[in-house]
């Protein structure tokens, strides 16, 4: 008998038709694949579970019982936890706070800590997860917070665990700390919904599988004895895909940036590299390695102790991101929700923030000109949205990417574009668009830093490959070298080497 079931769920928000008419259902002890390109309903579905958002039809059966939610609150006491991609953690807080919050142990209405971090401390070694209940949150690096919401569904004893896109931060042995904790909560008999784009993770993980697209049940496998990752593709985007990657040869030009020696707080040891004019050129490492670091001290986010940088020949003068944008220095950052988009505001306003001062004069905001540039870009980069209007938040993952994407292209003399994880929890037919994206700017003659934890990625599109360990550049490859085995040992750190990473 099914232990989870799905029965005729439908979700309309206003100008879009989420969910329509999905049923499906999940036996005791399985993990369940849930795919589809971003905005394909699976987020939408997984809020219903939740109680975050309540269906307009239909009905969420668990262990033979109709669930009825109110709220989250609710959903909880069901049993059942979503790990969102979204993390959902304090940072003022610490560890321990996180995974015991709303439930402190107490005495006569005082919070008995130590008692709390021994416990959290021990849930925590017991699942193999190496962090210190006492740290705060805000002081963990993405992956290691990833591991923390995770530990949320150890601590909580959920019947129903929905995790989604989990390994998006992880690195691969935080990867398979993860999978193994997977395999204990099948063996106690839990549900698992495992969302992701990452196929191979899919067919390695899971006991059956439901595809989504445009909002309604695609296909839905109870076992993937028989069933082929192509298959799978053509059953979230509706056409074949052969070549995701879509690598094409360009003609470069000059170096257009050049970086001397830079280094700082988080970056010790000096780096230099340069890219040039319609060049892709890929930065791999661990989580860790110092690649991210490394692209804040070139768009000045983090503030230089040594070095220069050039973009075509001209010095740059790089006090903060300000002046790196009017040097034609641009970064997307890793951390969409944070870092990017403006939540709360619509689409026009998020393209349109940084290059809002062409289009003011005297003091006097041009409405117009917003308007034209916001519907420019959602029409080049071809941004699924019912409106202009619509709030970024309503929109997916890749479609957000799109947004970000346009507000640095709506910018006047750009001439270098760093775009770090570009695709971390994004659909394989939304990478493909990006790719291409990213192709076209490097054809026009810009130089594109694309920063990847994917291998499969930077040997997919880049040109070249700088490869980082322990905050240094440890190897360098061009496009007729790339193997994976020689660039996973570039990344490997060597014991001998000391780290050049701010601790």
């Not at 059966?61 to 069901?78: E, M």
């Not at 395999?183 to 595809?211: N, P, Q």
């Not at 944070?338 to 923030?353: A, F, K, P, T, V």
């Given at each position: 008998?099914?232990?989870?079931?799905?029965?005729?769920?439908?979700?309309?928000?206003?100008?879009?038709?989420?969910?329509?008419?999905?049923?499906?259902?999940?036996e005791?002890?399985?993990v369940?694949?849930?795919?589809?390109?971003?905005?394909?309903?699976?987020?939408?579905?997984?809020?219903?579970?939740?109680?975050?958002?309540q269906?307009?039809g239909?009905?969420?059966?668990?262990?033979?019982?109709?669930?009825?939610?109110?709220?989250?609150?609710?959903?909880?006491?069901?049993?059942?936890?979503?790990?969102?991609?979204?993390?959902?953690?304090v940072?003022?807080?610490?560890?321990?706070?996180?995974?015991?919050?709303?439930?402190?142990?107490?005495?006569?209405?005082?919070?008995?800590?130590?008692?709390?971090f021994?416990?959290?401390?021990?849930?925590?070694?017991?699942?193999?997860?190496?962090?210190?209940?006492?740290?705060?949150?805000?002081?963990l690096?993405?992956?290691?917070?990833?591991?923390?919401?995770i530990?949320?569904?150890?601590?909580?004893?959920?019947r129903?665990?929905?995790?989604?896109?989990?390994?998006?931060?992880?690195?691969?042995?935080?990867?398979?700390?993860?999978?193994?904790?997977?395999?204990?909560?099948?063996?106690?008999?839990?549900?698992?919904?495992?969302?992701?784009?990452?196929?191979?993770?899919?067919?390695?993980?899971?006991?059956?599988?439901?595809?989504?697209?445009?909002?309604?049940?695609?296909?839905?496998?109870?076992?993937?004895?028989?069933?082929?990752r192509?298959?799978?593709?053509?059953?979230m985007?509706?056409?074949?895909?052969?070549?995701?990657?879509?690598?094409?040869?360009?003609?470069?030009?000059?170096?257009?940036?050049?970086?001397?020696?830079?280094?700082?707080e988080?970056?010790?040891q000096?780096?230099?590299?340069?890219v040039?004019a319609?060049?892709?050129?890929?930065?791999?490492?661990?989580?860790?390695?110092?690649?991210?670091?490394?692209?804040?001290?070139?768009?000045?986010?983090?503030?230089?102790?040594?070095?220069?940088?050039?973009?075509?020949?001209?010095?740059?003068?790089?006090?903060?991101?300000?002046?790196?944008?009017?040097?034609?220095?641009?970064?997307?950052?890793?951390?969409?929700?944070?870092?990017?988009?403006?939540?709360?505001?619509?689409?026009?306003?998020?393209?349109?923030?940084?290059?809002?001062?062409?289009?003011?004069?005297?003091?006097?905001?041009n409405?117009?000109?917003?308007?034209e540039?916001?519907?420019?870009f959602?029409?080049?980069?071809k941004?699924?949205?019912?409106?202009?209007?619509?709030?970024?938040?309503?929109?997916?993952?890749?479609?957000?990417?799109?947004?970000i994407?346009?507000?640095?292209?709506?910018?006047?003399?750009?001439?270098?574009?760093?775009?770090?994880?570009?695709?971390?929890?994004?659909?394989?037919?939304?990478?493909?668009?990006?790719?291409?994206?990213?192709?076209?700017?490097?054809?026009?003659g810009?130089?594109?830093?694309?920063v990847?934890?994917?291998?499969?990625?930077?040997?997919?599109?880049?040109?070249?490959?700088?490869?980082?360990?322990?905050?240094?550049?440890?190897?360098?490859?061009?496009?007729?070298?790339?193997a994976?085995?020689?660039?996973?040992?570039a990344?490997?750190?060597?014991?001998?080497?000391?780290?050049?990473i701010?601790?």
């Open positions: 008998m099914s232990f989870l079931e799905f029965s005729h769920i439908s979700k309309t928000y206003p100008g879009v038709k989420a969910l329509s008419d999905v049923s499906f259902s999940v005791k002890g399985a369940h694949g849930l795919m589809g390109e971003n905005g394909a309903g699976k987020s939408t579905l997984i809020r219903v579970l939740s109680g975050d958002q269906a307009d239909g009905e969420i059966t668990i262990d033979g019982q109709a669930q009825k939610y109110a709220s989250t609150r609710d959903a909880f006491h069901a049993g059942v936890i979503v790990i969102h991609q979204e993390l959902q953690l940072p003022e807080l610490t560890v321990a706070e996180n995974l015991r919050l709303g439930r402190f142990p107490a005495n006569a209405g005082v919070i008995q800590a130590r008692q709390m021994s416990e959290v401390g021990e849930k925590l070694k017991s699942a193999g997860i190496d962090i210190d209940p006492r740290r705060k949150v805000k002081t690096s993405i992956g290691e917070r990833q591991m923390v919401e530990a949320k569904a150890i601590m909580l004893d959920a129903v665990i929905a995790l989604d896109e989990p390994t998006s931060s992880l690195s691969s042995r935080e990867s398979e700390i993860l999978f193994a904790l997977i395999e204990r909560l099948r063996a106690e008999g839990k549900v698992i919904l495992y969302i992701s784009h990452r196929l191979d993770e899919v067919f390695r993980l899971c006991d059956s599988l439901t595809v989504l697209r445009d909002g309604k049940l695609a296909a839905h496998h109870a076992s993937l004895r028989d069933v082929t192509e298959q799978v593709v053509a059953e985007v509706g056409r074949e895909i052969s070549n995701v990657w879509g690598w094409r040869p360009r003609k470069l030009g000059e170096v257009r940036l050049k970086v001397d020696g830079i280094s700082g988080k970056l010790r000096p780096a230099s590299f340069d040039h319609g060049e892709i050129l890929g930065f791999f490492g661990l989580i860790g390695a110092g690649r991210s670091e490394l692209m804040r001290l070139v768009y000045a986010a983090d503030a230089a102790t040594t070095g220069k940088i050039t973009v075509d020949g001209k010095p740059v003068r790089s006090a903060d991101p300000h002046q790196a944008i009017r040097s034609g220095i641009v970064l997307c950052s890793e951390d969409r929700k944070h870092d990017g988009i403006i939540q709360g505001r619509s689409l026009e306003e998020n393209i349109n923030i940084s290059s809002r001062r062409h289009h003011t004069r005297f003091g006097i905001l409405p117009q000109k917003e308007i540039v916001a519907e420019t959602i029409k080049k980069l941004v699924r949205t019912p409106s202009r209007k619509q709030d970024i938040v309503n929109l997916s993952g890749g479609n957000q990417q799109k947004v994407l346009g507000r640095w292209l709506s910018e006047e003399g750009i001439r270098v574009l760093i775009v770090d994880e570009p695709t971390r929890g994004i659909d394989v037919g939304a990478k493909s668009e990006i790719y291409h994206i990213l192709y076209q700017l490097a054809e026009d810009m130089a594109i830093v694309v990847s934890s994917e291998l499969p990625e930077v040997m997919g599109i880049c040109d070249r490959i700088l490869v980082m360990c322990g905050g240094r550049i440890s190897g360098e490859l061009k496009r007729d070298q790339f994976e085995q020689a660039i996973l040992a990344a490997l750190p060597d014991k001998k080497t000391p780290t050049a701010a601790s």
